[in-house]
């Protein structure tokens, strides 16, 4: 279906117009641009912010300094990297929210003018929303068929929602304090593992033993997660133990994140089950960056297999914070007619209706 989206030679398809949607991420530390001509992505730069590394976690206001830094360069490759003139574009895309409102502030005045400089359509996007609809860009994969059930898991953000439409969505459960990526982020700190140290204790846990040390599990009700007394588990056994052996952690670190990785993925497992018993739904779709973890990965996959469960992950340029995603919410409110108008302001605190 290539030949479709070249912009050059076929301005129409049958009985479906083409669009060229331009999108943009600000909501956290990362600066990105897509361009997508209707569901599929042409398109999708990110710039990932470095500077945060060194203090161990988002700096709110160097965020925002840098998104005001990448901002223009980043929307100009996505743009040539696309082939596409900004004048072709049909209309443009931004995350309004929910995030940290410098960042948010940086994509949303820039979308904004853009727009007005364009005089094209407007379009806002919940952040939550377009992490649940990425799994409708266009590409190989099969997409979950209404209704299913999203969960979106990532370093700001720990969901589960029932997903009845495009638009129609309910929050089933969320987390009441910490989200679940930085339950790895901060149990790879008190280890002394640089961040972000999800993917490293990923690393080490699959040569670990994942039940050498058992970690209390968080008593929430419902759908709801709380990551943050984890965490603190956590920080008390390694304080106990290196009292003991102060080379404890290098020691024993793939037991000790085999047996973080083990409690965690048991605790989204534990609600994804509850989800599935409450609203009969066998489909799990998962999003955020979090889904890159082998081990919800393979548990994802044997409930396939044992509970007959459909279970879908987007590619994981996908599954992080990217624009390509905010471009298939504007496509899909595109279709709708769904506008915003020039007054509109970003919203940090921004629920999925
Ligand atoms: O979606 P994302 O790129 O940004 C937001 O936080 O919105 O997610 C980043 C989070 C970080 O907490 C990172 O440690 C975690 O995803 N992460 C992982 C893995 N890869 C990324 N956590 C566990 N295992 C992984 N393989
Ligand atoms: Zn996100």
Redesign the pocket.
């Known amino acids: 279906m290539f030949y479709l989206c070249t912009p050059i030679f076929i301005p129409k398809l049958v009985g479906k117009e083409i669009k060229y949607i331009l999108a943009i991420e600000s909501s956290?530390d990362d600066t990105s641009a897509a361009v997508l001509c209707n569901k599929k992505v042409l398109s999708n730069v990110v710039a990932t912010q470095k500077i945060h590394e060194e203090y161990g976690g988002v700096v709110p206001e160097l965020a925002s300094r840098a998104h005001q830094q990448n901002i223009v360069p980043v929307v100009h490759q996505a743009l040539s990297k696309a082939n596409i003139d900004k004048k072709q574009l049909s209309a443009i895309a931004f995350t309004r929210g929910p995030g940290l409102m410098g960042s948010l502030l940086v994509g949303t005045s820039f979308a904004k003018s853009l727009a007005l400089g364009l005089n094209i359509p407007l379009i806002e996007v919940n952040h939550m929303q377009a992490h649940i609809l990425a799994h409708f860009i266009e590409n190989e994969n099969p997409t979950p068929q209404f209704p299913f059930i999203g969960m979106t898991i990532?370093?700001?953000?720990t969901q589960i929602v029932l997903v009845r439409d495009y638009f129609d969505m309910k929050i089933l459960g969320e987390t009441l304090d910490d989200a679940v990526?930085?339950a790895?982020?901060k149990s790879a700190k008190i280890l002394g593992l640089p961040y972000?140290?999800?993917?490293l204790?990923?690393k080490y846990a699959q040569l670990g033993n994942p039940k050498k040390y058992q970690f209390t599990k968080p008593r929430v009700s419902g759908l709801n997660f709380s990551f943050s007394g984890l965490k603190t588990g956590i920080l008390y056994f390694i304080q106990k133990e290196t009292k003991n052996d102060p080379a404890f952690i290098s020691k024993n670190l793939n037991d000790i994140c085999a047996s973080i990785q083990y409690t965690i993925i048991e605790i989204l497992m534990d609600k994804l089950h509850k989800a599935v018993q409450q609203t009969g739904i066998k489909q799990i779709a998962i999003g955020?960056?979090?889904s890159?973890?082998?081990g919800i990965r393979k548990a994802l996959k044997n409930s396939v297999q044992t509970h007959g469960w459909s279970t879908y992950i987007p590619k994981f340029e996908y599954?992080?914070?990217n624009a390509a995603m905010i471009g298939i919410v504007g496509y899909l409110k595109y279709l709708e007619n769904d506008f915003a108008k020039q007054e509109i302001t970003a919203k940090a605190r921004y629920k999925i209706a």
């Open positions: 956290c990532s370093g700001g953000h990526g930085e790895f982020d972000p140290g999800g993917p204790i990923d955020g960056g979090v890159a973890n082998s599954c992080t914070d």
